[in-house]
């Protein structure tokens, strides 16, 4: 069953973005539903129960299937094509929900972890301000702008200040409760600083190929007894997409890759017990990364405007060519505001920052964290379909990707659940 009817519950915000649902039919809802489904415990919003035929089911296990990406649009267009996806679609339940603001792994890949939402974790783009390094830095690879994995260490810093405050991860609670955790990750950031902070309590199971990754997830799935949730995150797709855009003949060759790999290999499985999620973070648009509007090279005085950290540093702007956050000294914000409104008409909703919160943007404007509001800084860029707008510092900062997401289109912030019993 497509249980779509949710679709009509994303507001308006402008006449070309929608905001992000919080309450009930939201990513962020799927670590506690989690944890309701396997104790019985409620400990925070629920996705509600129609997205799982009406009542909340009892599983030994719950898989989730994690496809960074592959939002409700690439459900909608791959549908009919692999077996899996239509298993879900008719046996089971389908249903959009919302991706997080904003709509990037970053942010999502920590709330699943963690079970709160980036107003709490802190973490909220792949860019980002951390007061406590006085530097900009990249945050799931813990790495300084411009340099490898690992090397914001150099900042005397310990990874944990990447966090907005010490947190419980919903592995933690899931232990606490007698049900174990596995995450399957990629050798290249299984035991990466952040990874190894945001999955305590987790088993983490390292693979390098997708049939690695499948053939630990089936044994996991017939061979752990007792009551388990089982995480399988794979990026690939988000790469194609990055790389060569969503939509490319790439993009639809990895699509087809995994999909079919996933049939044939998890296919006919019959798990009694076993309850499967099929999940994303976002959606993923495209643009050409010649076409990438610098808002530094149109508007030279923009470095000029930009606050400077306590190391002496210009705060470069964090976020991504979908969602730029700028750090503007007080005196300039006011120009700063009128000047790209108007060099953007048509291209970008520019916006402060409070008002963004205010909007709701982040969930309740109460539950941001002091924190997370120092890290967003003052001005706010959403570019409108098609278009990406960022900033170019040689050797820092650029674009050379043709996808993108991070933003408020509909194509980035309609993402799915997809529940089913059997495969």
């Known amino acids: 069953m497509i249980n779509d009817h949710t679709l009509q519950r994303f507001p308006a915000f402008g006449d070309r973005l929608v905001k992000p649902i919080y309450a009930d039919y939201s990513f962020g809802n799927i670590p506690a539903t989690v944890h309701r489904l396997l104790t019985g415990e409620t400990i925070g919003p629920l996705i509600p129960d129609d997205a799982f035929g009406g009542n909340y089911p009892a599983p030994d296990k719950v898989v989730l299937v994690f496809v960074d990406s592959f939002g409700w649009e690439f ?24 991706a997080l603001f904003p709509s990037t792994t970053a942010a999502s890949v920590t709330t699943m972890n963690l079970g709160v939402l980036p107003a709490r974790h802190g973490i909220y783009e792949w860019n980002m301000y951390v007061p406590a390094l006085g530097e900009v830095i990249q945050s799931l690879p813990f790495a300084l702008l411009g340099e490898a994995p690992g090397s ?9 200040a990447m966090f907005a405050e010490p947190l419980e991860t919903a592995h933690q609670r899931l232990a606490a409760r007698g049900v174990r955790s596995f995450q399957l ?9 952040y990874n190894v902070i945001a999955s305590v309590g987790a088993e983490i199971v390292p693979y390098g190929t997708l049939a690695e990754a499948i053939v630990a997830l089936a044994q996991l799935v017939s061979d752990v007894p007792g009551k388990a949730f089982i995480n399988f995150y794979w990026a690939g797709l988000d ?35 076993t309850l499967w999620l099929f999940t994303a973070d976002h959606g993923h648009i495209a643009a050409r990364a010649d076409e990438t509007i610098y808002v530094n090279e149109r508007w030279p005085q923009l470095r000029e405007w930009l606050s400077m950290s306590p190391t002496g540093q210009p705060i470069w702007p964090c976020g991504s060519p979908r969602d730029m956050f700028l750090h503007i000294r007080p005196e300039r914000r006011a120009e700063t505001i009128a000047l790209l409104q108007h060099g953007l008409d048509g291209i970008a909703s520019v916006m402060l920052v409070d008002d963004v919160v205010s909007a709701g943007l982040f969930g309740e404007s109460t539950s941001v964290s002091p924190e997370l509001r120092r890290r967003l800084g003052d001005v706010l860029v959403l570019p409108y379909l098609g278009h990406f707008v960022w900033w170019h510092e040689r050797d820092l900062i650029a674009n050379r990707l043709n996808g993108h997401h991070g933003g408020l289109t509909r194509e980035e912030l309609v993402t799915v659940l997809g529940v089913t019993g059997e495969l």
Do not use: C
């Open 239 to 273: 790469t194609a997409a990055h790389i060569h855009g969503p939509g490319s003949a790439v993009h639809d060759a990895e699509v087809i890759a995994f999909w079919a790999a996933l049939d044939m290999l998890l296919g006919r499985k019959r798990n009694r017990g």
């Open 152 to 160: 914001a260490a150099r900042l005397g810093s310990a990874a944990t």
């Open 75 to 98: 459900w909608q267009r791959y549908l009919d094509r692999f077996r899996i996806l239509q298993r879900v679609a008719g046996d089971g339940v389908l249903t959009p929900i919302s």
């Open 185 to 193: 990750a990629h050798r290249s950031y299984a035991r990466s600083p």
